[in-house]
Nanobody
Framework: QVQLVESGGGLVQAGDSLRLSCAAS????????MGWFRQAPGKEREFVAAITRGGVTTKYADSVKGRFTISRDNAKVTVYLQMNSLKPEDTAVYYC????????????????WGQGTQVTVSS
């Protein structure tokens, strides 16, 4: 069992930066691929970024590539999402999730989910 708790969301202006954190429970954190997803009002949950167990390999949605960076600290059992040059279209609830296999972008491929943190970007 893995419990995930996101933090770091908030209200910012376009062009600003935010760093989201996701703290995990359990001793098996380093064995999980970790991902970030987001869901805007009226839209389906979508993939944002993922990182492999050792943190060597990452994958990003085209919409955030070059602006967002995913990282993890297995000693702190935490995964991060650094978001730069934020745009109003980045407004959503952001979720972190854990998968037991390699880099995946499908919502259904992630087993554990956090409760989400709201990010609002004003223009």
């Amino acid at each position: 069992q893995v419990q995930l708790v996101e933090s770091g969301g908030g209200l910012v202006q376009a062009g600003d930066s935010l760093r989201l954190s996701c703290a995990a429970s359990g001793r098996t954190f380093s064995t999980w691929t970790m991902g970030w997803f987001r869901q805007a009002p009226g839209k389906e949950r979508e993939f944002v970024a993922a990182i492999t167990r050792g943190g060597v390999t990452t994958k990003y949605a085209d919409s955030v590539k070059g602006r967002f960076t995913i990282s993890r600290d297995n000693a702190k059992v935490t995964v991060y999402l650094q978001m730069n040059s934020l745009k109003p279209e980045d407004t959503a609830v952001y979720y972190c999730a854990a998968a037991s296999v390699g880099l995946r972008i499908g919502v259904h491929e992630y087993v554990y989910w956090g409760q989400g943190t709201q990010v609002t970007v004003s223009s």
